[in-house]
């Protein structure tokens, strides 16, 4: 039997920095976050993969206007349009619900309106794909939520299971903050064995996991492709990107991960007070002009304003972070 080949993505966040009206004209961080989600959907324009996840956080808001409902179904109607199937999640950023559903009507765009399962076929493959909405609680709901799927009902050569959830073992952010057990995460030893590929949204940083905490090994991998734009300084170091998964039923999944071109993220200190305006325009000059910059303000000197600092760079986006380096 041939391979599926299927292309995740996750945490585009689509309307994040994207004012209906400005108070403020400034570079918007908006476009960026658009030309990276369509950029991590061409290898299915070009129909190199046989189906598309997107696991969730399309949207960066749970209420969106038309135009934003528009920028982030639209890209996966085109998808759907060129024949390949399309399964979104709703996340927690949508509040586990998808706006204006009437955007996202095609024969080929299935939504995870509830806990259920899909399955289509592919190259003569069936693959039942699981998949819940966002829950609160998952570590307490996760066995009576995935069993809504009926996932068990369906006979299918490739399973797949679609969350978008914290599970045991993810890290993020510089400080290597690493999921355990909880309410709020699923554990590795409740990932049933049915499934060949777990694909995840929700944990911005690309990671696969293969083990639980307890060094056990998983019962399939589960792979984050992570969000295709930095949403916040968190991310600073990370490579956004998606990913490339092929499953060739009864072998482990192989998988590829595609980067993105996204723009640099600098932090920057700054001591206020007399002068600061120029150490910043110093400190600004040695970042790229693109870059998305934190001024971590230091000492007690006030910072120059906002609209100073903005005629320095207007091409960058600057942001103020109060006292030391959080980090
Ligand atoms: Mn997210």
């Known amino acids: 039997m041939p391979a599926v080949r299927i292309l995740l993505l996750s945490d585009t966040h689509i309307g994040f920095d994207s004012p209906r009206r400005e108070r403020v004209v400034r570079r918007r961080r908006g476009p960026d976050f658009q030309a990276s989600f369509e950029r991590a959907l061409e290898p299915a324009l070009r129909r ?9 956080d399309l949207f960066h808001r749970s209420r969106v206007c038309a135009r934003v409902a528009e920028e982030g179904l639209g890209p996966l109607r085109a998808v759907a349009e060129r024949g390949v199937p399309v399964f979104l999640l709703p996340g927690n950023h949508e509040r586990s619900r998808i706006p204006f559903p009437l955007f996202a009507a095609h024969p080929n765009l299935h939504v995870f309106h509830e806990p259920t399962t899909f399955v289509p076929v592919v190259r003569g493959v069936r693959v039942a794909i699981a998949g819940l909405p966002y829950v609160r609680r998952v570590g307490v709901a996760f066995r009576r ?31 290597e903050f690493t999921f355990r057990p909880g309410r709020d995460v699923i554990t590795g030893a409740d990932l049933p064995s049915a499934f060949d590929a777990v694909l995840v949204g929700h944990i911005h940083r690309h990671q696969v996991l293969t083990h639980d905490l307890r060094r056990q090994p998983l019962p399939a991998p589960v792979f984050f492709c992570g969000s295709t734009e930095r949403t916040s300084f968190a991310e600073e170091p990370e490579t956004k990107g998606a990913l490339h998964i092929e499953v060739r039923p009864g072998t482990s999944p192989r998988w590829r991960f595609l980067p993105l071109p996204t723009r640099p993220m600098r932090t920057i200190p700054l001591v206020g007070g007399p002068g600061a305006l120029e150490r910043l325009r110093r400190a600004l000059a040695g970042c790229p002009a693109d ?7 230091q000492g007690a ?24 380096d959080r980090r």
């Open 48 to 56: 190199e993969v046989d189906l598309v996840v997107h696991a969730g």
């Open 291 to 297: 870059a998305v910059v934190r001024i971590a303000l």
């Open 145 to 175: 939520e995935l069993w809504r799927t009926r996932f068990h009902e369906s006979p299918a050569d490739v399973r797949l299971l679609c969350l978008h959830q914290a599970i045991e073992g993810a890290r993020v952010g510089p400080a």
């Open 301 to 324: 000197g006030a910072p120059p304003s906002s609209a100073e600092m903005r005629a320095l760079a207007p091409s960058m986006n600057l942001s103020l972070s109060f006292g030391r």
